[in-house]
């Protein structure tokens, strides 16, 4: 079975400021990892995602995560936000087996603050 | 451009009263999946389609059932509504592949059970 975790459900910075969202998982099989953006009554919104290679991956918008495989880590960050980030980001880890099913973490919510 | 449309965009539905979810894609996805998302819990998985014809249940699925009309076509049926069903629930589709596949989520249905 695999798992996600996403130790903070929020996190308050200033516009400008560097933030990192973290999100730790378990498996016991090959992972692919995702992170999911929603803004306010809509739904999620792939960001980035690691299926293989570098283990370093990039947004068009600004965000980065790496993949650390001994720390079993997939954390988000920004060096520096917009107000337009402020939104509420889901880590998620599906395997290779048939089903490929996404499990989610519980979630960040990013707030902003000018 | 539509993607992945799902239908009512909110419902109320009382107690023991039933109704269907419809959700519908245009980009030619084999797989399709039925989640629930509630406050601080992430996405759960309710039930998948890997292909036409074919259904299999998720994480959290009683008290529902799927059909999986054609390959554009994933419905979510609620038999007997309890208010524990409350939530807002996201349909979302991703092709196939030699490795999982980012999903492509709809605007979701916000259902209330009274």
């Known amino acids: 079975a695999q798992s996600v975790t996403q130790l903070d459900s929020q996190v308050p910075v200033f516009e400008e400021a560097p933030v990192e969202l973290r999100c730790n998982y378990s498996s016991s099989v090959s992972v692919y990892l995702f992170w999911y953006v929603q803004y306010p009554n809509q739904g999620l919104q792939l960001l980035l995602k690691y299926l293989s290679g570098s283990t370093l991956v990039e947004s068009i918008n600004g965000f980065e995560a790496e993949f650390n495989k001994s720390q079993t880590s997939f954390h988000l960050r920004k060096p520096s936000v917009h107000i337009s980030d402020t939104a509420e980001y889901f880590c998620a880890v599906s395997d290779d087996t048939g089903r490929r099913a996404l499990t989610f973490g519980s979630g960040t919510r990013l707030q902003v603050q000018p | 451009n539509a993607g992945v449309t799902q239908t009512p965009k909110f419902q109320v539905l009382k107690t023991g009263q039933s109704m269907t979810l419809q959700c519908a894609q245009d980009?030619?996805?084999?797989?399709m999946y039925w989640y629930r998302q509630d406050p601080g819990m992430g996405l759960r998985l309710i039930y998948y389609s890997a292909s036409e014809g074919t259904t299999d249940k998720g994480e959290v699925p009683n008290g529902y059932n799927v059909s999986r009309l054609n390959k554009r076509e994933f419905s979510l049926r609620l038999e007997s509504a309890a208010p524990s069903q409350t939530s807002v629930y996201f349909c979302a589709s991703s092709p196939s592949g030699a490795a999982p596949q980012p999903q492509h989520f709809g605007d979701g249905t916000r259902l209330s059970i009274l």
């Open positions: 980009m030619n996805h084999n797989s």
